[in-house]
């Protein structure tokens, strides 16, 4: 809620729609990359209500082309006056203009999530051939001319081209995530696109921090799932040796502890125990020749039904 609450000096009428903006509001509570946004990159009363595109402070944008010009540069001034002249010598000054207001409003929701993860996307996590401010802005101008669903598709497609492939998750299926794409465009499925970009932006890191955090936890599950035979020995139990289990009264041999649970295997089938609870109902049962090294209870009463057996 904070995150899309912008302050009240923010506050002023963005000039968009009341609709349009719920709808970015509620698709952006869906996003993680918000967060790494600050409070006037996330401002939609600082976007052109056209082809909602960012107004920096340092830059003059065309309410006519939609292009940014410089004001900060040596001659900003001459050059911002000579594209307002070339402008209104134009006789079909407002043909973008008109174009884009017919742009339907869930492209231009796209559009807004789009320059939110591509200004959220760490330095260090872009291809270095896009990392240059020139391919970074071509694709930023073709995306604020987008108009169609099939132009903001091919504009994600790119943004995910711009990433490193280490600076994603593991679990991103990059064929499986291409072909659903093509499929929301050929059967215009809108929700299907916003699915995509919601799991580009889940997936992605958005700092180093992030990336190292999931790189320990990988790690940590992967030492839980796997076999521990050291540990079934710290615990007492030695893998491959019989053990009866006294409340089920069925003999285990001992796998090895995984994920903190003491496995072993009878049959088929397979249990797992605490390390309290195998301490309770498991006992060992020598090998022939050998004696035990626990109480000898779990070898006795198997003797002892045997016995009882063979008198019968």
Excluded at 31 to 54: K, N, P, T, V
Excluded at 228 to 243: C, F, S, T
Excluded at 286 to 301: A, D, I, L, V, W
Aim: glycine share 6%; with cysteine; aromatic share 6%.
């Amino acid at each position: 809620r904070h995150i899309l609450k912008p302050s009240a000096k923010m506050q002023e009428d963005t000039g968009l729609p009341k609709t349009l903006q719920e709808a970015i509001g509620e698709r952006r509570q869906r996003l993680r990359c918000l967060s790494h946004l600050s409070e006037q990159d996330r401002c939609l009363s600082l976007r052109c209500s056209l082809c909602m595109g960012r107004k920096q402070k340092d830059e003059y944008h065309c309410p006519y082309t939609h292009m940014d010009l410089s004001t900060t540069h040596k001659n900003a001034d001459e050059v911002i006056k000579k594209h307002k002249e070339a402008v209104e010598q134009k006789e079909n000054k407002s043909k973008l203009n008109a174009l884009l207001t017919a742009v339907p409003d869930h492209v231009k929701v796209v559009k807004v999530l789009l320059t939110d993860v591509e200004l959220a996307l760490p330095h260090e996590g872009i291809q270095e051939m896009f990392d240059s401010k020139a391919s970074r802005s071509a694709w930023l101008t073709n995306v604020l001319s987008a108009r169609q669903l099939e132009d903001v598709t091919r504009y994600l497609a790119e943004l995910h081209g711009f990433i490193r492939e280490e600076w994603l998750q593991d679990d991103f299926d990059t064929q499986k995530w291409r072909r659903n794409l093509k499929q929301a465009v050929r059967n215009q499925e809108v929700e299907n696109l916003f699915a995509g970009l919601e799991e580009l932006d889940a997936k992605l890191f958005y700092t180093t921090k992030e990336k190292i955090a999931y790189s320990e936890k990988k790690r940590r599950n992967q030492e839980r799932g796997r076999m521990r035979l050291d540990l079934a020995l710290k615990w007492g139990y030695v893998p491959g040796q019989d053990y009866l289990d006294k409340l089920d009264n069925i003999v285990c041999k001992v796998d090895g502890v995984q994920a903190g649970r003491l496995v072993v295997k009878y049959g088929r089938k397979v249990k797992k125990y605490s390390k309290d609870t195998a301490r309770q109902r498991l006992q060992e049962i020598p090998r022939e020749g050998n004696e035990s090294t626990g109480s000898g209870s779990g070898k006795k009463r198997k003797i002892e039904v045997q016995d009882d057996e063979g008198k019968r």
